[in-house]
């Protein structure tokens, strides 16, 4: 299991041996990713790059990685986990081939070379890689099914450049951090959010999540190895039950094999508290050390916390309570705000782009502190979205909405624009084709009624164009401080079993992941069990919103800032001097109102002086 960085590039009119300089300079970009090892290795017409986190066999999964079996000879850059490795491995060795190692890299490279590109279609776990087939003059790459490691490549001339974050390939003299009018609509009308595939910067892409592509000299090949299907669910409610109930439990022991410390991010809502409990069970029965937990809050919290309908409550009771009975060596986090807002850059710097304000920088300070007692985290992610427990699953509004239902006001959100940029962009409109494409990407079921129809758009956006920012932003923060979080609720296989349990079953009990709630039964407290949802906790500190409109009014007081031309400077100025409760619903998801959107804006006029970045 490596969790790293991946880099590299192809090109068949060049001798690629000659560029072990450049290609250095790719991969040092993500030695945050990987800071226990590097390695290199260069053929006439391929360059990979990897940084290491060790996770299992310290000595045997140095990478990139190569073998040559009956003269064909291959090589990997790999990031990520394989959960079937064992499996994979046994039926590999009644074939006749062998290991030289306990990794899932080489399980992974020899799978390729036994069963080809179809290999990715008996991978169980979290990937994205390259691997250069040095006999046959190809690349060949592929993401797993859900898209918790990132995969980002960009076609320049005769090269074709990859790499786990879009620093690597900004590294490459012939990748500029430039935008067009859709990079500007990504930042400006969907951000924080970003269409599947877009890489905002002119010319990058990203590979989707279940796809595979391959490049040779003839061209490159996208396809789709795995996709969502819509089928009627035929099993009453105790089997379903009995179904979560053992996938649930079945990847979470699966995602416990490491060779380094492992612990959990423990909120103390169902998601968390569920993963937690279960790795406690494991633990106790095979004889394991106490558990290590953690958590995070602010400073001034414990004062200023403020209940909404977002946020119904604070987390520090159920996280005590939670511990107290599992019996966990717990940690505590409190996050000063003054750090809180100086992390913003930190966290455009692990993201390569503005993101979700502090709700990132508070994630990559959070695993900051972890990583100095633990190496692999286990977290919650995913649930929200598999099972349904986003507020716009049942708020009248968000639900009939026709458009993303965590993208509110867009008509607010326009007014901060400059015209010249509405012009160009047309934010509300790009919204809404985008909004239109997913929809049209939904697998359908026939015979479905209006409401069950819409159940299934609501979770397909949640799981498709939602949850990839939380990805996104677990991955980057968490990798920035060399801490591997795993994410159980994300196993393929729960999230497809799920996708066809009808919404009478999956909100049964009448409560948001009333499904998920049933199949903890007798695993957790139930007043935990059954705590009405709660998001990851942000400040509601008002010194945070202080510093943050402190620095927005620096940046419009700034000729020099390459943020003023995109914005309306006088709404701006206006939404700074207000009061943060002039934005109390989320302009988007569940958490950022008036000091996300200012420290929004302050990310991206960081971002564009920090990158250099142009507009076409």
């Given at each position: ?43 006439s ?69 036994a ?21 046959g003059?190809k690349?060949?790459m ?54 599947p ?100 809050d ?18 520090s ?26 992390a ?121 164009r ?64 059954y ?27 700034d ?37 996300q ?20």
């Amino acid at each position: 299991m490596i969790m790293c960085g991946i880099t590299g590039f192809i090109d068949f009119e060049d001798d690629l041996t000659q560029k072990k300089p450049l290609l250095e300079k790719m991969t040092m970009t993500l030695s945050r990713r990987g800071p226990d090892d590097v390695g290199y290795r260069l053929f006439s017409h391929a360059a990979f790059g990897h940084r290491r986190l060790i996770v299992v066999d310290p000595a045997g999964g140095g990478q990139p990685m190569e073998r040559e079996i009956h003269g064909r000879k291959c090589c990997i850059t790999y990031n990520g986990e394989l959960y079937n490795t064992d499996e994979l491995r046994k039926e590999l060795l009644g074939m006749g081939y062998s290991f030289t190692s306990r990794s899932d890299t080489e399980v992974l490279l020899v799978s390729y070379i036994a069963w080809g590109e179809n290999c990715v279609d008996r991978l169980n776990g979290i990937f994205a890689f390259g691997i250069w087939d040095e006999a046959g003059q190809k690349l060949f790459m592929a993401r797993d099914r859900l898209g918790v490691k990132p995969l980002f490549y960009a076609k320049r001339g005769t090269s074709f450049i990859f790499g786990s974050e879009i620093k690597a390939l900004l590294a490459h003299p012939l990748v500029n951090p430039e935008l067009d009018a859709t990079g500007l609509a990504e930042i400006f009308a969907l951000g924080p959010a970003r269409t599947p595939g877009c890489g905002v910067f002119r010319g990058i892409e990203e590979l989707k999540p279940g796809y595979a592509l391959s490049h040779d000299s003839r061209g490159t090949r996208i396809r789709q190895y795995w996709a969502l299907e819509s089928r009627v669910h035929e099993d009453d409610i105790d089997a379903t039950v009995q179904k979560v109930s053992f996938l649930i439990k079945d990847t979470v022991k699966r995602q416990l094999v490491s060779d380094v410390p492992v612990c959990t991010l423990l909120s103390g809502g169902l998601d968390s508290s569920a993963v937690t409990a279960l790795v406690s069970d494991v633990y106790a029965s095979v004889g394991q050390k106490t558990l290590s937990t953690f958590s995070v809050d602010y400073a001034g919290n414990d004062i200023y916390f403020k209940a909404s309908e977002f946020q119904p409550n604070s987390d520090s009771y159920y996280v005590q309570k939670v511990s107290a009975c599992l019996h966990t060596d717990h940690h505590l986090v409190i996050i000063r705000n003054a750090d809180l807002a100086e992390a913003l850059d930190d966290a455009v710097m692990a993201r390569d782009l503005p993101g979700m304000a502090d709700v990132d920088s508070s994630l990559y300070l959070f695993c900051r502190e972890v990583k100095r007692e633990a190496t692999v985290a286990l977290s919650g992610e995913g649930a929200d979205e598999i099972f349904g427990g986003y507020p716009w699953f049942r708020r009248p509004d968000d639900f009939s909405s026709d458009t993303f239902p965590w993208t509110r006001m867009m008509q607010m959100r326009s007014k901060i624009l400059s015209p010249e940029l509405i012009d160009s962009i047309k934010p509300e409109e790009y919204v809404k084709n985008r909004y239109r494409e997913a929809l049209d990407e939904v697998p359908r079921l026939a015979g479905e009624n209006a409401f069950d129809r819409r159940i299934r758009e609501i979770t397909y956006l949640s799981i498709t164009r939602f949850m990839p920012t939380l990805l996104d932003r677990k991955d980057r923060m968490s990798m920035y401080t060399g801490l591997e979080v795993r994410v159980p609720y994300c196993d393929h296989r729960l999230v497809q079993y799920v996708w066809n349990i009808p919404w009478q079953m999956r909100s049964c009990g009448n409560m948001e992941k009333g499904l998920l709630r049933k199949a903890m039964e007798g695993i957790l407290p139930q007043d935990v069990l059954y705590r009405k949802k709660s998001p990851y906790p942000k400040t509601h500190n008002p010194e945070y919103l202080a510093i943050v409109r402190n620095r927005m009014l620096e940046i419009l007081n700034d000729p020099a800032s390459p943020l003023l031309p995109f914005i309306n400077k006088e709404a701006v100025n206006e939404l700074a001097a207000s009061d943060a409760s002039s934005l109390d619903i989320p302009w988007f998801g569940q958490l950022m109102t008036t000091p996300q959107l200012l420290a929004y804006l302050v990310q991206t006029d960081f971002w564009m002086r920090k990158y250099g970045v142009t507009v076409a």
